[in-house]
């Protein structure tokens, strides 16, 4: 059935800031009751001494630690997302022998529920045996790699109330009427994937399981509210500068209605020329080695993805294998969920440091964020091996990390003084304005502009009264006068900041009569 409900499948993704001024007198933007991250150009119209700048996911706490014999060394692959009251979770066991070079146990997908998020329990459900015991918390045995689970409780269907996605040599599917009792699809989805050695393209005929572009085995799914469809950003692999097959891993995004029926794969982030200078200038050290050279370099290894407030965020799992070894998760952003930009290369949104913490080497990211009233919370599965020595390394398990609600990212002055200056913006009289902002170190200072970009009596930069404070919900005001009682028109708003305020995003609320 089509995905009618993506409420229930957050998913979510963030823009560059383009430093392109835009005309005031342009067409003028009618905002919703969403909160507007001011993130890209979507909403500024000029910014002067001010920059972008990401706000990093807040390391939290361990959620759950693989210390079972049957979840193994590879903690990855997971989601999250609330069910009523309860949270599930769903995350892959598997064993991998460094020294074999193979996993050395089935894979499997395990099952956890919590009351509150934080604290988990990992039930005995009695469905498959492990180690000659079924007391164990395994809901799934088909899979093979990269996988994911979605809900959609407004299916007609109540057997397909839960969907998984996951690669067995293609997409392969599976569904479910509570999550816990699972009926594999008896067809893959998607036959033909992208994997194999480096050597030259195939000719027409030839291999005929190979498509380039196709998906790989890392698959994250989520529904796509705009589209009405089940969007999945998979890895895929890139042909080199040399014409070779199989140069480095990249991002690719599939679309169905149906769960069952997909499009072609479509890339959508490939890795580029600026990863090795964004990683150059993050410290890592010169290899030495041509781009044109085997396979070490800057990988997209892939992207969970999801919708939120008008913006796909996606979190991209790099790789560099040239350097560090290291994979952290990057932050970009699409407003149409295929052409992204990624304006934090130089700083990552879960960062990883080499140390000896169990996420300090690989981070796997999902495409199910937690939102909750004040906070964002971000699941995520890591250990502490790398790309370069030695990738699977004890411990390994879930995170928590955090951001405070639409903080994804924000703007702040250069120099302790900067400004922007929004679009022209239909505002209705009887509105207010409702800024997400951390003035505790500074000030902001909000000032309307008519259409032509001047200046409003009573509204300027003198008349306002400043916000001081860090809070996710400011509603500025004016000495004398109130936005509210402004007639119905076409007006703009210019943004001061000084100090080390920061502004996140911004709404325009109509008043309740």
């Not at 030259?200 to 799914?221: C, F, H, K, T």
């Not at 599965?381 to 879930?398: D, E």
């Not at 609600?405 to 200056?421: C, L, M, N, S, Y």
Request: hydrophobic content about 35%.
């Amino acid at each position: 059935m089509i995905a009618r409900n993506c409420t229930a499948v957050l998913g979510v993704v963030v823009v560059l800031l383009s430093a392109n001024v835009t005309a005031l007198t342009e067409g003028p933007i009618a905002l919703g009751s969403r909160l507007e991250p001011l993130i890209d150009d979507y909403l500024i119209a000029e910014f002067k001494n001010a920059e972008l700048k990401l706000h990093p996911a807040i390391p939290r706490e361990v959620s759950i630690v693989h210390d079972k014999p049957w979840e193994g060394n590879v903690c990855c692959y997971h989601t999250v997302f609330q069910d009523g009251d309860v949270f599930r979770m769903y995350y892959r066991g598997a064993h991998y022998d460094e020294q074999l070079r193979k996993s050395t146990h089935p894979e499997l997908y395990c099952y956890a529920t919590s009351d509150d998020g934080i604290g988990w329990d990992r039930p005995k459900l009695g469905l498959f045996e492990y180690g000659g015991s079924k007391d164990n918390n395994i809901v799934l045995t088909d899979m093979n790699y990269g996988s994911s689970v979605v809900y959609d409780p407004d299916d007609p269907d109540p057997e397909r109330r839960y969907k998984s996605a996951y690669f067995k040599r293609g997409m392969a599917v599976a569904f479910s009427p509570d999550g816990i009792h699972w009926k594999v699809h008896p067809k893959k989805v998607f036959d033909r994937y992208s994997g194999g050695a480096r050597g030259q393209p195939p000719l027409a005929g030839e291999r005929p399981r190979y498509l380039p572009l196709s998906i790989s085995d890392v698959i994250d799914v989520s529904c796509d509210p705009v589209r009405k469809v089940w969007m999945c950003y998979a890895k895929t692999w890139v042909d080199g500068p040399d014409g070779q097959t199989f140069w480095r891993r990249a991002l690719v995004r599939t679309d169905s209605e149906d769960f069952i029926n997909w499009t072609p794969a479509r890339l959508v982030v490939p890795p580029d020329e600026l990863d090795e200078v964004a990683s150059l200038k993050r410290g890592a050290a010169k290899s030495g080695e041509t781009a044109g050279g085997g396979t070490q370099g800057i990988h997209v290894h892939g992207g969970p993805a999801f919708y939120y407030n008008g913006i796909y965020f996606s979190l991209l799992q790099m790789i560099d294998s040239r350097h560090t070894g290291l994979m952290p998760a990057e932050l970009a952003i699409s407003r149409d969920g295929y052409e992204f930009e990624r304006p934090f290369r130089e700083d990552f949104f879960i960062p990883t440091d080499g140390g000896t913490s169990f996420d300090s080497g690989t981070i796997w990211t999902n495409a199910t964020p937690i939102f909750l009233d004040d906070e964002v919370r971000f699941y995520y599965g890591a250990y502490r091996g790398n790309w370069k020595k030695g990738l699977i390394t004890k411990p390994t398990g879930i995170g928590l990390g955090t951001i405070p609600r639409d903080r994804f990212a924000g703007i702040r002055p250069i120099e302790k003084v900067g400004q922007i200056t929004l679009k022209p913006l239909e505002i209705s009289q009887g509105t207010v304005l409702e800024v997400n902002a951390n003035a505790g170190g500074g000030l902001v200072g909000v000032e309307v502009l008519d259409e032509h970009g001047h200046r409003l009596k009573g509204f300027s930069k003198a008349d306002a009264e400043p916000l001081r404070t860090d809070a996710l919900r400011h509603w500025p005001k004016w000495k004398e006068t109130k936005l509210s009682d402004l007639p119905a028109g076409r007006y703009s708003l210019r943004v001061h900041l000084t100090g080390d305020a920061t502004v996140y995003a911004m709404n325009l609320v109509r008043l309740a009569k």
